[in-house]
């Protein structure tokens, strides 16, 4: 399984600002995750929007080799 994550960091427009609680323009972080298969086709797509003022993103992963 392969795992990819983007995490831009755009400002908040105003739609977005309300449904998290926060202020037009604030910034955000911006989260993109494609899965794939180990064929390489994708299985995942989401999109998701989260507040930077009260967000921490860990990533830990492990492999087997």
Known sequence: EVRQFRL???SAGESLAK???TDTGAPLL???RY???PGG???E???SYYRS???VYIVESERDI
């Open 8 to 10: 831009p960091l755009p």
């Open 41 to 43: 086709r994708p299985i």
């Open 30 to 32: 911006k989260r993109k």
């Open 45 to 47: 797509y989401n999109v």
């Open 53 to 55: 003022d009260s967000f």
């Open 19 to 21: 449904r998290l609680g």
């Open 35 to 37: 899965v794939y298969d």
